[in-house]
């Protein structure tokens, strides 16, 4: 009788340890892969999660590591899409964004301890980006836009989602070195910028950008601030002195400063005007209007509407993502401004368009009488009322220089708490943001939020009713019973 074979147990045993080793080496690598190296793709409609290249441009120049709190109950219209976004931005900043979901009525432990620490309420929603000490709040009121539902019964509904744009913006305003300053001129009979102001709103609005707002009489200093960004000149009552018109042309020609001017066409500025002139942008005496029909028991008569809508135009940083929004100047006069680009081609000052009044309307220069119709003659056709200009620019919008700029505007009544809306508010912000040389944020346009509903009439309710609660249980019933009758032979 044979021998048996010795079986090799040591070798038996160094393989499937070899094998177990490969096996867990191979599995810890897929992973690490597939947590550090994946791909994702965003089936969203709308693609309303993908970040703008503006917003991947700022994390990308990231360099301080940034702790995201969201600060949100259950019942925010915004808690998700906000949530799903910043983790977009982790994702895309690679850890250098991190994220905390925080609902004070689930995690009342640490939501006591962020409230203690940041000042917050129980029912605050708010997203808290913090950073080395420094922190900004980003309300939910900041990220959407609502519209009054038909029921008054009904919460307003969620029109547009602008997350992106106030958390790029906030995330920007927390990395930046210190707030820019702007400073607002007076001395003219211009509106203070305060808290009880009719242009309060405004200001605070500014503020969120990362800007100080100081008051800024040229009488008191010799020339503009040197830390001045840039300056506001919204309604001035009364004209400038040469001393000022002199500091504000040293400013810009020279110092390549930035200029933000909202007019009063009730209270002439020929001096302003004439400063306005020397970049290409000429103020014109008249008032934008058209006439309507009004039936009355007499009979049809022209009415006149002073209150305009003009359509912003492309071609502009400023204007690039509100092509299809209607400006709307309320609460005021406003007059029309022409551009001479040709006469101040030479001084390298080009001149755009950035408003311009809605079909019908005309600027009107003896807007003084009572009976007022179109003269071709003597009147503007087809009125521009916002223009920017740019001196020192290269004809490459990408690569940046130091450039003057500067925006006019032919009316600053739109601009009150009362009359100030969220297209305008969008425009004013976007000027700035171009005048302080933060483009990449002008471009972030909001997500539009879609309501779907599918609507099934009687006979639909009931076949998906008799599909679910009879047909799906009798085949699971009848293969059940298959299987029992195979098993039983």
């Not at 028991?297 to 299809?324: C, H, M, Q, Y």
């Amino acid at each position: 009788m044979a021998k048996n074979a010795s079986i090799p147990r040591a070798k038996i045993g160094l393989n499937v340890l070899l094998q177990a080793v490969a096996f867990l080496a191979l599995f810890a690598l897929a992973n690490y892969l597939g947590f550090n190296h994946y791909q994702r793709w965003d089936f969203s409609r709308d693609q309303k999660y993908t970040l703008s290249q503006q917003t991947r441009r700022v994390i990308a120049n990231l360099k301080k590591p940034v702790h995201v709190i969201v600060f949100f109950s259950g019942e925010s219209p915004v808690a998700h899409d906000t949530v799903a976004l910043l983790n977009e931005y982790a994702y895309a900043s690679k850890n250098r964004v991190t994220v905390e979901v925080v609902d004070p009525f689930r995690s009342m432990a640490r939501a006591r301890e962020i409230a203690t620490q940041y000042k917050l309420r129980d029912n605050d929603n708010v997203v808290i980006l913090a950073t080395e000490g420094r922190s900004k709040f980003v309300s939910a009121a900041d990220m959407a836009q609502f519209e009054p539902s038909l029921n008054l019964l009904d919460k307003p509904r969620l029109k547009t989602f602008k997350g992106e744009a106030a958390l790029t913006s906030a995330l920007i305003e927390i990395t930046e070195a210190g707030a820019s300053q702007v400073y607002s001129l007076s001395g003219h009979g211009e509106p203070l910028l305060e808290t009880r102001s009719p242009f309060s709103g405004l200001k605070a609005y500014i503020e969120r950008q990362n800007v100080k707002v100081p008051p800024l009489k040229l009488t008191d200093v010799e020339s503009v601030p040197p830390d001045a960004k840039a300056l506001l000149i919204i309604a001035p009552q009364y004209d400038f002195s040469d001393a000022e018109l002199h500091a504000l042309r040293v400013y810009w020609g020279e110092k390549r400063g930035r200029i933000f001017v909202a007019l009063e066409p009730n209270s002439p500025t020929p001096k302003l005007a004439a400063f306005l002139a020397e970049t290409g942008i000429a103020v014109h005496d008249d008032r934008v209007l058209k006439t309507l029909p009004i039936k009355l028991a007499s009979g049809i008569v022209r009415g006149i509407l002073k209150e305009i809508t003009g359509d912003f135009l492309p071609g502009s940083p400023i204007t690039k993502r509100l092509g299809n929004v209607t400006a709307s100047f309320t609460g005021g006069a406003t007059q029309s401004l022409g551009l001479e680009s040709e006469r101040v081609a030479a001084a390298d000052i080009k001149l755009k368009p950035l408003i311009r009044a809605s079909g019908g309307y005309w600027g009107e220069t003896h807007y003084t009488e009572t009976a007022v119709y179109f003269n071709p003659k003597e009147d503007y056709i087809d009125p521009v009322v916002a223009a920017s200009a740019e001196k020192g620019a290269l004809a490459n919008d990408s690569v940046r220089v130091d450039s003057a700029r500067l925006v006019v505007i032919g009316s600053s009544a739109f601009l009150s708490n009362d009359t100030l809306t969220e297209a305008d508010l969008d425009f004013v912000l976007s000027s700035l943001n171009w005048l302080l040389d933060r483009e990449e944020i002008i471009g972030i346009a909001p997500k539009p939020a879609h309501n779907l509903a599918l609507n099934l009439t009687d006979s639909q309710m009931g076949s998906i009713g008799l599909l679910t609660m009879g047909a799906i249980p009798a085949c699971a019933a009848a293969l059940g019973f298959f299987l029992w009758l195979k098993r039983r032979r």
